[in-house]
């Protein structure tokens, strides 16, 4: 168990780097001429598609983020102060390709979660009630770990033991995050 969850740590860990740019941009404005939505104020039936929080600035940390990340991963790797259990795949190989995918996988994991709360009516940050509130606040936080998976699937090929754990570990740093963000006045909601 020690090692699976150091190996998903470790692929998942330009994803910190991402959280804390995320969080200190929304906090000073960081990059604001980019907080422009994803979805250019087009609506479906009425409905916005994604909202107004699934920008640009989002998608573009995400893709930057994730990419250094995974090039300071390559150079770790390839420097040798990591044990050689630890990384999934050769970074100096494959490194950049998969940060590129994370950062992308970031975003459009998401999107799908938005489609559907925005069709069914419900604000960013708004609770669905019934049976779909604990779906969409299980989806809330791995949404992205399965947008990842997606998108880096073919070039890691990951055991199905190894993603249902990701999933339950993204589960559990998603919403331990997202209470120190709150804390920390990232964030405007709990969880």
């Known amino acids: 168990m020690f090692k699976i969850t ?14 804390v740019v995320q969080g200190l941009s929304i906090k000073y404005e960081w990059f604001s001429s ?17 909202g107004d929080h699934k920008t640009w600035r989002g998608m573009v940390i995400n893709l930057v983020f994730c990419t250094l990340g995974a090039m300071i991963q390559v150079w770790l790797q ?26 992308l996988g970031l975003t459009l994991g998401e999107l799908p979660n938005s489609f559907l709360k925005r069709q069914l009516g419900l604000s960013p940050g708004q609770g669905a009630k019934g049976p779909l509130r604990v779906f969409f606040f299980l989806f809330d936080q791995v949404d992205m770990a399965i947008g990842i998976w997606l998108l880096i699937f ?4 990951p055991t199905l033991s190894l993603v249902l754990y990701s999933l339950l570990l993204t589960l559990l740093l998603h919403v331990s995050v997202s209470v120190i963000g709150y804390f920390l006045g990232m964030r405007k909601t709990l969880v």
């Open 78 to 103: 390839g420097q040798g102060p990591i044990p050689p259990w630890l990384p999934l795949f050769d970074y100096s190989r494959i490194g950049l390709l998969v940060g590129v995918l994370m950062g």
């Open 154 to 157: 073919v070039l890691i090929r």
């Open 34 to 50: 980019l907080k422009r939505p994803l979805d250019l104020g087009m609506s479906i039936k009425g409905k916005r598609i994604f």
């Open 6 to 19: 150091g190996q998903i740590l470790y692929l998942g860990s330009p994803i910190f780097l991402v959280a």
